[in-house]
């Protein structure tokens, strides 16, 4: 690392800890310097991520949906249907119905996805108002297939990238944990109002196809993010467990389960003990839980696994807002 960012590195280091001002250490150094570096490509990899998401949404929304008055379920939904019985823009019905759902992610998940799932449907707006993109098709199977395909796939890309650019599951997490139900159930509910609402002001053949398209989005959307589910369990075996337990619990605020377990390999392998740690957390945490275990442990072994629901605990008793 060249000397200037590694003086800057250090500098910011005292200046959170004055306690070890006159004491810090090569490895805390060393440390810190690791944590940029995950902390960088993270970024990097999201940035590129969330970008391709919001081009290939622009080209699902541009190429194929808009011009053929085609909806999807959720935000996005409403925002096309809306833009299709009136005159006021896409880009500009995706920030302002994306607004109160932004806000309610602060709230509910964090500063850092609020930011992110900002500058992402901010993005978004803007490709759809200033990049052009042909009309692929009139036909509308064709239509409903492809532009649910490419809608799916990128917000399914924003996803992987640490954000969202369809606000529906922020208030899906948020209304299952203040009454006590799962996120697919209340996904269905707002989809089921969105296209019964399609039906009346578009036509029953519209709404339809329209269902086509939100079949084709969500199937992509869970390809994309390697089919994880409403909840992730997640497995971590590492030295510095105490470490990553506290992290959960303080950065993530999520409980943890610490149970004892032998690792080894072979028949006569090793067979010390070892503190294994369990979690469950929502799939749209699961980027910032990678990367703060790799901050601390990037040598620690974690198995993810889906989960369908899960009753009680931190995941829906914890106050809302915290």
Do not use: W
Not at 124 to 139: H, K, M, Q, R
Not at 209 to 231: H, P, Q, R
Not at 267 to 291: A, F, S
């Amino acid at each position: 690392m060249k000397p200037f960012f590694r003086r800057l590195l250090i500098t910011n280091a005292l200046k959170q800890n004055q306690s070890k001002l006159h004491r810090i250490t090569k490895q805390e150094i060393e440390r810190v310097e690791r944590n940029f570096k995950i902390t960088s490509k993270r970024y990097i990899k999201d940035f590129v991520l969330i970008t391709a998401g919001i081009f290939s949404a622009s080209f699902g929304f541009k190429g194929f949906l808009l011009t053929n008055h085609f909806i999807d379920g959720g935000a996005t939904g409403i925002s096309l249907l809306i833009s299709a019985l009136t005159n006021v823009s896409l880009s500009t019905l995706i920030i302002c119905i994306n607004v109160p759902f932004v806000l309610l992610a602060y709230h509910v998940i964090g500063r850092s996805f609020a930011i992110k799932t900002t500058l992402a449907i901010a993005g978004l707006a803007s490709c759809l108002a200033f990049v052009e993109f042909p009309n692929i098709t009139n036909d509308n199977l064709l239509v409903a297939v492809f532009g649910g395909f490419f809608l799916g796939a990128g917000i399914g890309l924003a996803v992987r990238g640490g954000a969202v650019i369809d606000g529906t599951e922020v208030l899906a997490i948020f209304l299952s944990r203040k009454l006590g139900t799962s996120i697919g159930d209340i996904i269905i509910v707002i989809n089921v109002i969105i296209f019964s609402a399609a039906a009346y002001l578009l036509g029953v053949e519209i709404s339809m196809y329209s269902m086509i398209t939100y079949l084709a989005a969500s199937k992509t959307l869970d390809f994309i993010v390697e089919g994880i589910e409403e909840y992730t369990g997640v497995t971590i075996i590492s030295e510095r467990a105490e470490e990553i337990r506290q992290m959960i619990i303080n950065e993530m605020e999520r409980g943890v389960t610490v149970y004892t377990g032998k690792k080894g390999y072979g028949k006569r392998g090793e067979t010390n003990e070892i503190e294994i740690i369990y979690t469950v957390v929502t799939r749209l945490e699961l980027n910032k839980l990678n990367m703060e275990i790799e901050k601390i442990d990037n040598r620690a072994f974690v198995v993810m696994n889906s989960v369908k629901d899960t009753i009680g605990g931190m995941i829906k008793k914890r106050p809302l807002n915290h």
